[in-house]
């Protein structure tokens, strides 16, 4: 069982940057592949970035390529993803989540585990 927790998410403007972080417990969190999921007000959620167990490979949706960047650190059992240049249309509850397989994937259905969110809002 791995419980994750968000953190790093609130208010800011267009323009500026935020670094969510979650933390998992369980010492099995290097094992695991993790991401990123977002959910605005009535829009379905949809996959923002992944990172393979190991850190070496890494995945972004079209939308947040080049602006955002995940990472993990297995020593801290901690997943980050940076944001930078937010835009409004960023604004959304960011999920973070975790897949027993190694592999990056980009389907919430893949995923095993999830945290309880942390809102982004971004300002124009």
């Known amino acids: 069982q791995v419980q994750l927790v968000e953190s790093g998410g609130g208010l800011v403007q267009a323009g500026g940057s935020l670094r969510l972080s979650c933390a998992a417990s369980?010492?099995?969190?290097?094992?695991?592949?993790m991401g990123w999921f977002r959910q605005a007000p009535g829009k379905e959620r949809e996959f923002v970035a992944a990172?393979?167990?190991?850190?070496?490979?890494?995945y972004y949706s079209d939308s947040v390529k080049g602006r955002f960047t995940i990472s993990r650190d297995n020593a801290k059992n901690t997943v980050y993803l940076q944001m930078n240049s937010l835009k409004p249309e960023d604004t959304a509850v960011y999920y973070c989540?975790?897949?027993?397989?190694?592999?990056?994937?980009?389907?919430?259905?893949?995923?095993?585990?999830w945290g309880q969110g942390t809102q982004v809002t971004v300002s124009s």
């Open positions: 989540a975790a897949k027993k397989s190694r592999g990056i994937g980009t389907i919430d259905s893949l995923y095993d585990y």
């Open positions: 990172i393979s167990w190991s850190g070496e490979s890494t």
């Open positions: 369980g010492r099995t969190f290097s094992t695991y592949a």
